[in-house]
């Protein structure tokens, strides 16, 4: 399936070509600030394009993933991973679809505060 998301002024769109099964929330310190949705797939199947001004990115922790938001309006878009040629998983935020979308995906709760283990299964 493929999921198309824009951040709220437009600048950056993310599309996601892949089936998706679950969402995370994760509590993390930079999550739980976010209100993220993260979906995940192999980085081939994620575009993302901008119009007016290219994401911006934050790096957090042990410096593993970039997070990218918009520079005009501040949406966290997506997140990549620092070495992308050393990975097989990136995520989009899906906050940044259609919310109608959204009642259709089941929604997991990832404790990356504390124990790095799914809270509910």
Known sequence: MTFSASCHCGNINVTFDASIDSLTSCNC??????????????????SVSFHRSAPISYCHGDQCIEFHHCALCGCTT???????????????????????????????????????????E
Not at 89 to 117: S, Y
Request: proline share 5%.
């Open 78 to 120: 997506h997140y990549t991973p620092t070495d992308m040629g050393n990975t097989q998983r990136m995520a989009m935020n899906f906050k940044m679809i259609n919310p109608e979308l959204l009642k259709q995906i089941r929604v997991r709760h990832f404790d990356g505060a504390n124990t790095w283990q799914f809270i509910d």
């Open 29 to 46: 310190s930079i999550c739980h600030r976010l209100g993220a949705l993260w979906g995940y797939t192999h980085p081939n199947n994620v």
